[in-house]
């Protein structure tokens, strides 16, 4: 059970979009559409944004979305702003009730 | 209103066994379908899933670390305990526990807390 593989840091400016990747495996990702996505401000518990691969929960913006294609999930952030500058953390279930996380990706807002 | 609380010792010495244990409310682990998970996060480094028990005692592990960690119910109703032996510095990290919920995600979480490893 291998770590999800996320890009260490993505910048943009504001008003941009900007698209994180997560990569697994056929074990994970590419076997459940079950991803799910996570805003994590230092010293604040992380906060679910994407379930199930791309819906939203009550709450979150829609300028989040997520999708998922083989052994890749995504979370896109359109019409960047400066409260979005935070990790991103991506989670894919593994099957028989285990969990994989990201790797983590820092998020700059230009 | 779901929420729930992590509590333990600040400080374990390496080899030492960790206790923490999740307070939680707004819910019932007597309840089908309803577990509590515990994840850490090491200082800047990534979350990590370590484990889950769900109502009916079902327990699930990380392949990395199942020999060292155990999971229960308990003592009070509303809570549950983690255990993990053999404790070495690279443990360091804030454990969290929090909530999987109907769609596999974890909606809940409690607000962390940071255990470090030092002699």
């Known amino acids: 059970q291998s770590a999800l593989t996320q890009p260490a840091s993505v910048s943009g400016s504001p008003g941009q979009s900007i698209t994180i990747s997560c990569t697994g495996s056929s074990s994970d990702v590419g076997g459940y559409d079950l991803v799910s996505w996570y805003q994590y401000h230092p010293g604040k518990a992380p906060k679910v944004i994407i379930y199930e691969s791309r819906k939203w929960p009550s709450g979150v913006s829609n300028r989040f979305s997520g999708s998922r294609s083989g052994n890749t999930a995504s979370l896109t952030i359109s019409g960047l702003k400066a409260e979005d500058e935070a990790y991103y953390y991506c989670c894919s279930y593994a099957g028989s009730s285990t969990w994989v996380f990201g790797g983590g990706t820092k998020v700059t807002v230009l | 209103q779901i929420t729930l609380k992590e509590s333990g010792p600040m400080l374990v010495k390496p080899t030492q066994t960790l206790t923490l244990t999740c307070t939680f409310s707004g819910f019932s682990l007597n309840t089908s379908g309803v577990g509590v998970a515990w994840i850490r996060q090491p200082p800047g480094k990534a979350l990590e899933w370590l484990t889950v028990?769900?109502?009916?005692?079902?327990?699930r592990y990380s392949p990395s670390l199942k020999t060292r960690l155990a999971v229960t119910k308990g003592p009070s109703k509303n809570q549950v305990t983690l255990t993990m032996n053999n404790m070495d510095p690279v443990d360091t990290a804030t454990y969290y526990c929090?909530?999987?919920?109907?769609?596999?995600?974890?909606?809940?979480w409690g607000q962390g807390s940071l255990v470090t490893v030092s002699s």
């Open positions: 028990i769900y109502w009916d005692d079902d327990k």
């Open positions: 929090a909530t999987p919920g109907r769609a596999l995600d974890f909606d809940y």
